[in-house]
């Protein structure tokens, strides 16, 4: 996960660099003002809009990731009560057998005096 984080953080200064190379160069080109106003707009509309979508793939992802860990805890859990009860059904037979195992000492010991 921390790599997933290192990863937009490195691509979202790729995109503020592209846009702040794109803003650079538009106000050397030779343009007149309003033009170069125009287009500096237009790419700063394009790059929040590419923001916003790279920003909503992010939620949507890391909404499916907490869903499937979500599932992958309580699928745990779950087998985590199954392997309790098993050792508490295990538990309990034995102790039965260790009672059935005393008697029987107790009946052969009584049998033998």
């Known amino acids: 996960m921390a790599q997933q984080g290192n990863s937009g953080s490195v691509f979202l200064a790729f995109l503020i660099g592209a846009a702040a190379g794109a803003a650079v160069?538009?106000?050397?080109?030779?343009?007149?003002?309003e033009?170069?106003?125009?287009k500096l707009a237009e790419k700063?509309?394009?790059?929040?809009?590419?923001?916003?979508?790279l920003s909503q793939k992010g939620r949507e992802f890391v909404h499916?990731?907490?869903?499937h860990l979500s599932a992958v805890v309580d699928k745990g859990r779950e087998k985590g009560r199954e392997v309790v009860e098993l050792g508490r059904e295990a538990v309990e037979k034995g102790r039965e057998a260790?009672?059935?195992g005393r008697e029987?000492?107790?009946e052969a010991r009584k049998e033998n005096l």
């Open 35 to 38: 033009e170069t106003r125009r």
């Open 25 to 33: 160069a538009l106000l050397y080109a030779p343009a007149p003002g």
């Open 64 to 67: 499916r990731q907490r869903e």
């Open 104 to 106: 029987a000492f107790e």
């Open 44 to 53: 700063a509309r394009e790059s929040r809009e590419r923001a916003d979508e």
């Open 98 to 100: 260790v009672e059935r």
